[in-house]
């Protein structure tokens, strides 16, 4: 049985940021780095732009999302600075909880992976307006 090797936390990041920067991702997400500065490449800012048609339509939604030490291995903390009414989403504080790409995480999963599966959330709501 042929081993698979962990891509380091870095690298990981770099691809991802690297993807970000250059446009390479869905085109209802954008995120980037905090501070550009951030060599632990840690605190991330995120924005869904809502899907045509049910609740989310035209909305700009706003969020953080850390990737701890252990992140690819672990899951990244989600959570909406932008209110929003998800099922996924604790109305208190915005975090993201529930989300099948977050509570099955995968480490071959990214911060996009994340940001697309709410918008695919998002998305389900379509003539429910």
């Known amino acids: 049985m042929a081993e698979s090797t962990a891509m380091p936390r870095n690298f990981k ?6 993807a970000s920067e250059k446009a390479q991702v869905n085109g209802n997400v954008s995120y980037g780095l905090v501070n550009a500065d951030d060599m632990t490449l840690t605190d991330w800012n995120a924005n869904i732009i809502g899907p045509a048609g049910g609740n989310h339509e035209g909305r700009f939604y706003s969020l953080v999302i850390r990737c701890g030490p252990e992140y690819p291995a672990r ?13 996924c989403v604790n ?31 998002m998305e389900k709501t379509r003539g429910t307006k």
Not at 13 to 18: A, H, I, P, S, W
Not at 75 to 87: C, D, L, S, W
Not at 100 to 110: A, G, I, K
């Open 13 to 18: 990041l770099l691809e991802e940021l690297d």
């Open 75 to 87: 899951a990244p903390e989600v959570r909406f600075v932008t209110r929003v009414n998800m099922p």
């Open 91 to 121: 109305q208190g504080n915005g975090t993201v909880t529930g989300l099948p790409c977050l509570s099955n995480w995968n480490p071959s999963n990214s911060i996009e992976t994340v940001l697309v599966a709410l918008w695919q959330e």
